[in-house]
């Protein structure tokens, strides 16, 4: 049976995505906290998708080998998460590889999460690449966050710790806001006055 079977036509499954530290978090944080609705975060389930002894971390270690390994862990031998992302971002093959590795199986997570939450209305689904990985299709309608370069570029380097040259790789290795845009049915303005998202969600929620 198609996965997407399991999915409840007359639920409002809401995709929320946007560029790289364009306030996705903010935004999810304020809906949790004022709205009782369930909030499924793809970037999450990923890491579930890769811990020890998974179908996801045992293809990532034998693809990279024990270079992938986090020698700073005192536990299991957990994925470095940072080096992985380091790899994708210098590296197209390595991107693609993981992309098509990881994509499918997010997207069977989400669709699990999603038939858990059958009873409940409305859903928000977190999805950063939403687009890359061809997640429209479970959505019934999709938000994007609208935030400019320099801002993603500034708050990237803040929150990871890298350099603007990596801070732009990684912005430049998603789709344009402009191609997003196209394909989007709400627009979550979080370029500088908070206010507009917060009335665009208080409108539609």
Known sequence: MDILQNLKNNQRRIGLTGGIASGKTTITNYIR??????IL????????????????????????????????????EV??????????????????????????????KMIEECSQYKNNQTIVMVLPLLFEAKFEDICTEIWLVKCPKE???????????????????????????KEKRKFSDIILDNSDDQNKWINTIKELL
């Open 33 to 38: 906290k004022y709205k009782n609705i369930p």
């Open 41 to 76: 975060d793809a970037d999450n389930l990923s890491k579930e998708l890769i811990k020890p002894k998974t179908y996801g971390y045992n293809k990532i270690l034998n693809h990279f080998g024990n270079r992938i390994i986090d020698n700073t862990s005192n536990s299991e």
């Open 79 to 108: 994925i470095n998460r940072k080096l992985l992302r380091k790899i994708i971002f210098q590296h197209s093959e390595s991107k693609e590889w993981i992309e098509k590795l990881l994509h499918p199986l997010i997207k069977e």
């Open 151 to 177: 801002l993603q570029k500034k708050r990237l380097i803040k929150r990871d710790k890298i350099s603007e040259k990596e801070a732009y790789a990684a912005i430049n290795l998603q789709l344009s806001f």
